[in-house]
């Protein structure tokens, strides 16, 4: 189902033929072992709604005004874990083409009522596009949800995806180490935290070119790793 929504909705090159990944699903993740991307994914289910009041004005618009000026016009963005669709809508009040994904299904169901019909329910760790089908993802506050080893597989999916030259952002905590954090709801989320230089060679070992990188308070709380980087060319 999820990929009749993408050949549909978003006109976006969607993986074929049997070397093609396979829509993915929270079994995935169980398959993987990564119980704590379960339990905070089912988090973001019960308070999608809290959380997206919560951030919906937190707008990264120096990071995003950069990232939009290496897009062609109209160019495709994927926002690689959407949540409610928030920056989904902001590319596409610029004029671009924003596809949004998650796994979160009620994240899903938000933007596609509210913001655009190019959402579906997938894991970062294993996009079913094409290679190259988009001009450049942007991938905010997802990796800190992920272990070093799912954020590899990430990054080299992202990179698979984006066209050669294309733009990338990647914005994550900053810290050492893993933990289980609450929120102002009744329900924990877990978190791993990454060093400035940890994202930098995961996100060049996925065949990208790093144009900046900084570490910084956030928009939100804590201290935030933020990178800009280009896919190469060869």
């Known amino acids: 189902m999820v990929y009749r929504e993408v050949a549909t909705a978003s006109m976006v090159p969607v993986a074929q033929g049997p070397s093609s990944h396979p829509p993915s699903?929270?079994?995935?993740v169980q398959d993987q072992g990564q119980v704590e991307v379960t339990r905070t994914v089912e988090y973001y289910d019960r308070f999608a709604d809290a959380y997206a009041a919560r951030f919906a004005a937190v707008d990264l618009a120096e990071d995003r005004k950069r990232f939009q000026s290496s897009?062609?016009?109209?160019?495709?963005?994927?926002?690689?874990?959407?949540?409610?669709?928030?920056?989904?809508?902001?590319?596409?009040?610029e004029g671009?083409?924003?596809?949004?994904?998650?796994?979160?299904?009620?994240?899903?169901?938000?933007?596609?009522?509210?913001?655009?019909?190019?959402?579906?329910?997938?894991?970062?760790?294993?996009?079913?596009?094409?290679?190259?089908?988009?001009?450049?993802?942007?991938c905010?506050?997802?990796?800190?949800?992920?272990?070093?080893?799912?954020?590899?597989?990430?990054?080299?999916?992202?990179?698979?995806?984006?066209r050669?030259?294309?733009?990338?952002?990647?914005?994550?905590?900053?810290g050492t180490g893993s933990e289980w954090r609450s929120g102002p709801e009744d329900g924990v989320r877990w978190?791993?935290?990454?060093?400035?230089?940890e994202i930098e060679e995961i996100v060049c070992d996925?065949?990208?070119?790093?144009?900046?990188?900084?570490?910084?308070a956030g928009a939100v709380?804590?201290?935030?790793?933020?990178?800009?980087?280009?896919?190469?060319?060869s």
């Open 25 to 28: 699903t929270l079994s995935h």
């Open 71 to 93: 897009l062609p016009a109209r160019g495709r963005v994927l926002d690689a874990g959407c949540a409610a669709g928030r920056d989904c809508a902001l590319f596409a009040r």
């Open 96 to 138: 671009f083409l924003p596809f949004g994904i998650d796994l979160s299904a009620k994240f899903v169901m938000a933007t596609r009522e509210h913001v655009t019909p190019r959402v579906a329910r997938a894991d970062v760790q294993r996009l079913p596009f094409q290679t190259g089908a988009f001009d450049g993802v942007w």
């Open 140 to 162: 905010c506050a997802v990796l800190v949800h992920l272990p070093p080893a799912g954020a590899r597989r990430a990054l080299n999916e992202i990179g698979r995806v984006t």
């Open 164 to 174: 050669r030259g294309g733009p990338l952002f990647v914005t994550t905590r900053f």
């Open 191 to 197: 978190f791993q935290l990454y060093s400035l230089s």
């Open 206 to 216: 996925a065949g990208f070119d790093i144009q900046s990188a900084r570490c910084e």
């Open 221 to 233: 709380s804590g201290q935030w790793v933020s990178v800009h980087a280009t896919r190469r060319s």
